[in-house]
């Protein structure tokens, strides 16, 4: 049985806590030349989303968790460079190597690289309806590059999610992530195993250990992270635009707990109903 709300939106208690749905990011993985099968609808206030947090806290798992649910697209330039990755050496630009060398070590790509590749794909931020960034913006510098991308088409972020978790915990998550190498749907070896061992539960590709997911990449990544990511909790801080949220417990509590926060903050704003999840984009339970 499904319930709507007053304007024929559904409820999104009605899709299930750990749904995944998966949405076509062609234009966001391989850049301006390939077009996206389906964009999100037309909302009158789109979720325009940061999320924030240390690696290994679980922001792609919490992206690809509420992409469905508020009908955006799920933009993470970790997964532009593993797409980068794959490709063949001769497709691969210069600076892209550069790029996928600082990150096979664990340590942040330049800004410049960074930004370029962003700058780029700027319409997916820009004119797609609304969006969930995770992993970027990464250092201060980015921050400033993307608010003043955004102030240029007077476009607002909604909220900066940040998600919480003691180090200990961390590390835990980190060594027993596996990765699809195909959809890149995220497992972990004792917290969200996959159905069969080493296989994807959504597209049966073959689960990997990311090189970045190895012991001595993880303290790289994590000193990065304090050195350059942590200062941006203040930065959004006072903007006004933080969320925190504590980021223990199971995925599907977890994104629960990011909804009933981002409802709060539609109402408060008086824009809720127009911001729920679509109910054609649903399964049926
Ligand atoms: P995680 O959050 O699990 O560390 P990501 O998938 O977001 O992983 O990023 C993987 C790697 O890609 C980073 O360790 C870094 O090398 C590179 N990277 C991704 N996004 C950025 C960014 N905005 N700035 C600098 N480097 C980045």
């Known amino acids: 049985m499904t319930t709507v709300t007053a304007n024929g939106t559904p409820r999104r208690k009605f899709i299930g806590m750990n749904v995944i749905i998966k949405k076509d990011r062609s234009a966001w993985l391989q850049g301006p030349s390939a077009k996206c099968s389906a964009v999100p609808g037309e909302h009158k206030h789109p979720w325009r989303l940061i999320l924030l947090g240390a690696p290994g806290v679980g922001k792609g798992t919490q992206a690809e968790l509420l992409t469905g649910r508020l009908d955006v697209c799920h933009l993470s330039t970790g997964d532009v460079f593993r797409a980068a990755g794959e490709r063949l050496d001769r497709d691969q630009s210069p600076a892209m190597k550069e790029a996928l060398e600082y990150m096979r070590r664990g340590e942040l790509v ?155 903050l539609a109402a408060q704003r008086g824009d809720g109903d127009d911001r729920r999840t679509t109910l054609h984009l649903a399964p049926k339970l």
């Open 110 to 264: 330049p800004d410049s690289t960074v930004w370029e590749m962003v700058r780029e794909r700027s319409s997916c931020i820009l004119d797609c309806g609304g969006f969930i960034l995770d992993g970027f913006p990464r250092t201060l510098g980015q921050a400033e590059s993307l608010k003043e991308l955004m102030e240029k088409e007077k476009l607002s972020l909604s909220a900066v999610v940040n998600y919480e978790l003691p180090l200990d915990e961390i590390v835990r998550r980190l060594s027993g992530r596996r990765t699809c190498g195909k959809c890149k749907s995220v497992f972990h070896v004792t917290e969200r195993r996959p159905k069969a061992e080493a296989v994807c539960d959504h597209c049966g590709g073959r689960l990997y250990q990311r090189e970045d997911d190895r012991p001595e990449a993880i303290t790289v990544r994590l000193e990065a992270y304090e050195r350059s990511t942590a200062p941006l909790i203040q930065f959004y801080k006072d903007l006004g635009l933080l969320l925190p949220i504590v980021a223990t417990g199971s995925p599907g509590e977890i994104v629960a707990q990011t909804m009933d926060k981002l409802d709060e």
